[in-house]
């Protein structure tokens, strides 16, 4: 199904992340008609929460709001984005406000978007459909979190390149395996997700999505994950794979 992307001509991306192969990656994956057929089912008695994390230019978040009826069945639906970078955030906003005004029969509700660390600035078992595309390349070390989330600097004191560099590697840095930050995430999935939610993680060959999806099918007999999205290939393997990581209903 060919919708329309969202407008992000406004994004700063010398310290925002482009939009590149795996955000339209994603933006493929909540087209297909399974996975619509999933979410049209799965929240079909509720209003979902829908958050990002690590929204960069919102590209995805956009998308998901703007569509919604079509993705959903439904503009009933909430969403909202979390980043640690101030410049993505204000970039997010602006993407889903022109999203929903290029989409005015569609859209749901664009909540806004907060810094923070992951999802620690929204409460346990609330998140009903969780979207990330992590930092999943593999780097000798992590860039150092922020001591303090800041909002955007006056005009007067714009972001030097080395602090431009250091806003990107927040975006694509991953450490070990490019895993470090979405093994958090991964840990928090029980905490985090609602009894009938569900999250679309993005991994690459290099992250062993493979281990990653038999590690989450350990938590307990009603945990599944499937990959439900791929792109490209390299040495046979999938490039790009889009998981989607859920409870079995009956079984949660």
Not at 3 to 22: C, F, G, I, Q
Not at 53 to 80: C, D, E, K, M, P
Not at 207 to 216: A, S
């Amino acid at each position: 199904m060919d919708l329309p992307t969202p407008n992000t001509s406004h994004v700063p991306y010398e310290r925002v992340y482009e939009p590149a192969e795996d955000s339209f990656l994603l933006l493929d994956t909540f087209s297909l008609d399974t996975e619509r057929a999933f979410l049209r089912e799965r929240f079909s008695e509720n209003v979902p929460l829908v958050v990002e994390i690590g929204t960069g230019s919102g590209v995805v978040l956009g998308f998901v709001n703007a569509h919604a009826q079509t993705l959903f069945g439904t503009r009933r639906i909430l969403t909202a984005g979390v980043d640690m970078n101030a410049y993505a955030c204000r970039a997010t906003v602006e993407t889903a406000r022109r999203a929903e005004r290029d989409n005015p029969s569609t859209h749901g509700l664009y909540l806004g978007s907060s810094m923070g660390d992951l999802t620690t600035s929204i409460r346990d078992h609330e998140i009903d459909v969780l979207i990330f595309n992590p930092p999943y390349v593999p780097t000798s070390e992590m860039p150092l979190q922020p001591d303090e989330f800041k909002p955007e600097p006056a005009p007067s004191q714009q972001p030097s390149f080395d602090d431009d560099s250091y806003l990107l590697s927040l975006s694509y840095a991953g450490g070990k395996d490019g895993m470090e930050t979405t093994d958090r995430l991964i840990d928090s999935l029980s905490a985090i997700l609602s009894p009938q939610g569900c999250a679309y993680i993005l991994f690459c060959a290099q992250n062993r999505p493979e281990q990653v999806k038999q590690r989450i099918r350990g938590f307990g007999p009603a945990w599944r994950a499937e990959t439900v999205g791929s792109s490209g290939k390299t040495a046979g393997r999938e490039k790009l794979q889009v998981v989607r990581i859920w409870r079995e209903s009956d079984s949660a």
